[in-house]
């Protein structure tokens, strides 16, 4: 029996899209380079400091400078993180509609815990949700399992009773390697082009937050038969 909705935050939970562009164009003004649109940068707002630093300066983690520029960036966004953050549309409604059920939710993200606490806590979200678990609470951040198994130790249930709601492939691997059920948020930061979500093996994908409840509802998430479902 399901009774815990743990969700991915950037994305799938939360709107963070906007200061994660906002700190990623004051660094390339820095160097020079000319600011991004909103819509180049959505797509890849689920994919952290790698992702950003890619789109932005075409650099991956085994170049010489990408250590710098993380740094540079972490602390450019540490200034600007909690300017603009807004739950996605139809979130705030699904939270209610699960803690009216008396089920738990909770967070479990790749995003380092010096931003995690202090953005939860500016929405009002850390008093309500049973977990908040950071990438950098565990040894290795998803796609590894530890994090998920370690909000389950956290929340005081098995992985078997929780399904996670995520928006990148790395969040459906690690929780099929807890053991959970898994939800794509076709909602969320999703690239058009490079992410094919149909293909991550997911139990189900849903075009808006209130689809889960559905799923809730009439079980078809959690039938050990249930193939995976579209809109």
Not at 38 to 60: E, N, V
Request: charged share 25%.
């Amino acid at each position: 029996m399901i009774s815990t909705i743990l969700f991915d935050l950037d994305g799938t939970l939360v709107d963070t899209a906007p200061d994660l562009g906002y700190a990623l164009n004051i660094q390339l003004r820095r160097h020079r380079k000319p600011a991004l649109s909103d819509a180049t940068i959505r797509p890849y707002a689920s994919h952290g400091s790698k992702g950003l630093l890619g789109l932005g300066f075409g650099i991956t983690p085994e170049d010489a400078s990408f250590s710098a520029l993380r740094e540079e960036y972490l602390n450019i966004y540490d200034e600007v993180f909690i300017r603009s953050p807004v739950l996605l549309d139809g979130i705030g409604e699904l939270l209610q509609a699960i803690e009216n059920r008396r089920l738990k939710w909770g967070i479990v993200t790749n995003k380092p815990r010096r931003f995690t606490q202090r953005l939860i806590e500016s929405m009002g979200l850390h008093q309500r949700a049973a977990c908040i678990v950071s990438g950098d609470d565990a040894a290795k951040p998803k796609p590894s399992p530890e994090t998920l198994l370690l909000a389950c130790k956290q929340v005081g249930v098995k992985p078997q009773a929780c399904v996670y709601v995520g928006d990148a492939e790395r969040d459906v691997v690690a929780a099929k390697a807890a053991g959970m059920k898994t939800v794509v948020a076709l909602f969320g930061y999703i690239d058009d082009i490079s992410d094919k979500p149909h293909e991550w093996g997911a139990d189900a994908l849903i075009q808006t937050p209130i689809e889960l409840l559905g799923l809730l509802t009439e079980n078809a998430l959690f039938s050990t038969a249930c193939a995976p479902i579209a809109p």
